[in-house]
């Protein structure tokens, strides 16, 4: 399983956009890109998922380069509720029910 | 759909006590997985299962047991408690497609106290 490294934590401001990498430098040719969020008291959340490229869809944005070593999520003009957890995963579909998860991004957002 | 539920909300434990955690999902997934969360920590993978039948061991096994007799449920025992299971254990299901079809779907957790 390719091994995830993303920062510890992050702050913000409402209204900006955040930006939060991932580096996962032993990714395999069949292993996808999965963002979720976590709120306190409450269980990860999906947001978003990629192989190559870019992929959009209402609530992020992730770009990952072509050699797919790193992958970044953005999160447009962000608001207070967007403070989370935020866990980049590595892995590849046929094992989803044994995804490991790393220690995550603690983003927080400032009025 | 009800999603993944999870029950109980909250249990209290004495150290040397059994216990069940129950999961059930009504999506007809066929892969299901337990995680525990300790505070300020990322999620570790207890046990998961990709059906019926089949089980197999995540990342910290010890002290726990599953079975999955049903599509639907996966619950997760607790041998004999201790203090150091104090945590908050999450049940995961999703679908056994391929590609973008594999996001897991969360239930709201099981808050867990050993004294």
């Known amino acids: 399983l390719a091994k995830t490294t993303q920062p510890i934590s992050m702050d913000s401001y409402e209204g900006q956009e955040v930006n939060i990498t991932c580096s996962h430098n032993n990714i395999a040719t069949n292993d996808y890109i999965t963002w979720y969020q976590q709120f306190p008291s409450q269980g990860p959340r999906f947001i978003i998922q990629g192989y190559k490229t870019k992929v959009t869809n209402e609530v992020a944005s992730l770009f990952i380069p072509a050699d797919r070593k790193s992958s970044t999520l953005s999160l447009p003009r962000v608001s207070l509720s967007d403070t989370a957890v935020y866990y980049c995963?590595?892995?590849?579909?046929?094992?989803?029910?044994?995804?490991?998860f790393g220690s995550g991004t603690r983003l927080s957002i400032r009025p | 759909n009800a999603g993944v539920t999870q029950t109980p909300k909250f249990q209290v434990l004495k150290t040397g006590q059994s216990m069940t955690l129950q999961c059930a999902q009504d999506?007809?997934?066929?892969?299901m997985s337990w995680y525990r969360q300790d505070p300020g920590m990322g999620l570790r993978l207890i046990h998961y299962s990709v059906g019926a039948g089949i089980t197999d061991q995540g990342e910290v096994p010890n002290g726990y047991n599953v079975s999955r007799s049903t599509t639907e449920d996966f619950p997760l025992r607790l041998l004999s408690a201790a203090p150091s299971q104090t945590s908050v254990y999450f049940c995961a299901s999703s679908y056994s497609g391929t590609g973008e079809e594999e996001t897991q779907y969360f239930g709201p957790g099981t808050r867990l106290l050993v004294l």
């Open positions: 995963l590595v892995d590849r579909y046929s094992s989803a029910s044994k995804i490991i």
């Open positions: 999506m007809n997934h066929e892969y």
